[in-house]
């Protein structure tokens, strides 16, 4: 039912953005972290977001597309070395790695992710509003 | 006696702009869930377009052919009505368009139920 294809739209935007939020999360929960399973500091992560049509003969018709996160990427530039030498994970010249993460930015795209969240929330509820007013064909 | 009040051409176009609304809510729908998406560019519905087209009666819209009478038509009324632009999502436009969407819905929803409580009066015998 075409109705419910808008929602279903607006929920894969939402799905998105709350995987966005999440990584955002997971880059300001390890801001100073320099311990990793693969070894050295922690690294930025970022989503790849895609457009996906939702069925596929329908792309040939241009109908809308679903958002999708296809990748969690890893940013290993821009490491900032502390002179630390205390510290059990530094180098021979005493500096440790630390992540490149600048919380700034991070706040700035979790503002970015909410907003976006937001907006996919409001498409959603004027759909529904949309289905609603229908329903009032007819009765009396 | 004809039943042109339920098949005449005000009651048909109520009905088709209504798929066409939704439709382009779906549109709306997909251009804000790739707001981040990279390289995407949004699509619209114009429907002046495809209004005028429409009391022209050359509406081109893409459907599945029909080789025998016998087989059902497509599903799909309102595809090839959907543009391809060139520009980026801007959140700002896009919602209004969601919002003027939504209140012409909401205009043609209310004239349908005018239209059916003209003809519930004309069954009443004007006695309610």
Redesign the interface.
């Known amino acids: 039912m075409?109705?419910f294809?808008?929602?279903d739209?607006?929920a894969?935007?939402l799905t998105?953005?709350r995987q966005?939020l999440d990584v955002i999360a997971e880059n300001l929960a390890n801001l100073n972290t320099t311990r990793t399973a693969q070894g050295g500091p922690y690294k930025r992560k970022s989503v790849v977001?895609?457009?996906r049509p939702?069925e596929d003969f329908?792309s040939l018709?241009?109908?809308?597309?679903?958002?999708e996160v296809v990748q969690i990427s890893e940013d290993s530039k821009g490491l900032r070395p502390e002179y630390d030498p205390g510290h059990p994970d530094a180098d021979q010249d005493g500096n440790v790695l630390y992540p490149n993460i600048n919380p700034v930015s991070e706040m700035v795209h979790l503002m970015?992710a909410s907003?976006?969240y937001e907006?996919?929330v409001?498409?959603?509820r004027?759909?529904k509003?949309?289905a609603q007013?229908?329903l009032?064909?007819?009765?009396? | 006696m004809s039943w042109g009040f339920l098949t005449d051409g005000a009651m048909r176009l109520l009905e088709k702009t209504?798929?066409w609304?939704?439709?382009n809510?779906?549109?709306?729908?997909?251009?804000?869930?790739?707001?981040?998406?990279?390289n995407?560019t949004r699509?619209e519905m114009n429907f002046d377009n495809i209004l005028s087209s429409y009391t022209q009666g050359n509406l081109q819209t893409?459907s599945l052919t029909q080789t025998d009478p016998g087989h059902l038509g497509g599903a799909?009324p309102g595809?090839?009505l959907?543009?391809?632009t060139t520009d980026d999502v801007d959140?700002d436009q896009?919602?209004v368009r969601?919002?003027e969407?939504?209140l012409s819905?909401?205009a043609s929803?209310q004239m349908?139920?005018k239209k059916?409580n003209m003809l519930?009066s004309v069954i009443d015998g004007g006695t309610k």
């Open positions: 075409s109705m294809k808008a929602m739209l607006s894969s935007g998105a953005q966005r977001m895609e457009a939702a329908d018709l241009g109908s809308p597309e679903k958002v970015l907003r976006a907006a996919n409001a498409v959603l004027t759909g509003a949309m007013k229908a009032e064909i007819g009765r009396g | 209504l798929d609304r939704v439709q809510q779906e549109i709306i729908a997909g251009n804000i869930a790739n707001l981040d998406t990279p995407y699509k893409v799909n595809a090839g959907v543009e391809e959140l896009e919602i969601m919002s969407n939504q819905y909401q929803v349908l139920i059916l519930q």
